[in-house]
């Protein structure tokens, strides 16, 4: 094959690449902003606030994690992984007395005459369902952020494709018109051919 046509090959496949990298990063973009919209915007319709700066609620030191975050309201997925690792599920801990929802639902079956206990197993749910949405939440954002990063890889490596292949294109407008891609390989099997019959 002559060099010349390798060339603009080569440069052809890393152009043609560097397009597909940018519609894959534009699609990646697209889908970190909807992504990023959505949870923002469905975090926001809740209207949760951790509680203030200095507050009671959060003075123990099992809420250390998200005084960053005292008196804000919840609108990010970091923001809801916080409220639910460290401020429902440390309320819920306190209510169900280190229990879990299934434990407790189990033991409200076996005595169905506990209202008490039922109102307990009541509120855990509430309370776990609500963690769940929040965590949810949290994945969603993270799978964003995800998306976000791989969009500027994407842009970069579009960018390095399209540099090498105008390199390439310009290469092969050096290139005599007659050289062959594996022509010095072809000599030096030809030579020593040529060295073992003699």
Do not use: C
Not at 147 to 167: D, H, P
Request: proline share 3%; charged share 15%.
């Amino acid at each position: 094959m002559k060099r010349r046509t390798f060339d603009q090959l080569a440069s052809a496949a890393g152009l043609f690449l560097a397009a597909v990298l940018v519609v894959a990063g534009s699609l990646l973009v697209w889908a970190h902003n909807f992504v990023d919209h959505e949870v923002h915007s469905q975090l926001a319709a809740q209207q949760i606030y951790f509680p203030a700066k200095g507050s009671p609620a959060i003075a123990g030191a099992e809420y250390a994690p998200i005084r960053k975050y005292a008196g804000q309201q919840l609108t990010t997925g970091a923001q809801a992984k916080a409220y639910a690792d460290h401020f429902i599920a440390n309320h819920l801990k306190e209510i169900g007395g280190g229990k879990t929802y299934s434990q407790l639902s189990s033991q409200a079956q076996a005595n169905p005459t506990d209202t008490k206990l039922a109102g307990t197993v009541q509120t855990m749910f509430r309370g776990e369902t609500l963690r769940g949405l929040l965590l949810n939440a949290y994945a969603f954002g993270t799978m964003g952020m995800i998306a976000g990063i791989a969009a500027i890889a994407a842009f970069l490596a579009a960018a390095v494709m399209f540099v090498l292949g105008l390199l390439g294109l310009r290469h092969s407008r050096r290139v005599p018109a007659t050289e062959e891609v594996l022509a010095n390989r072809q000599r030096g099997a030809t030579a020593d051919r040529a060295l073992a019959n003699s």
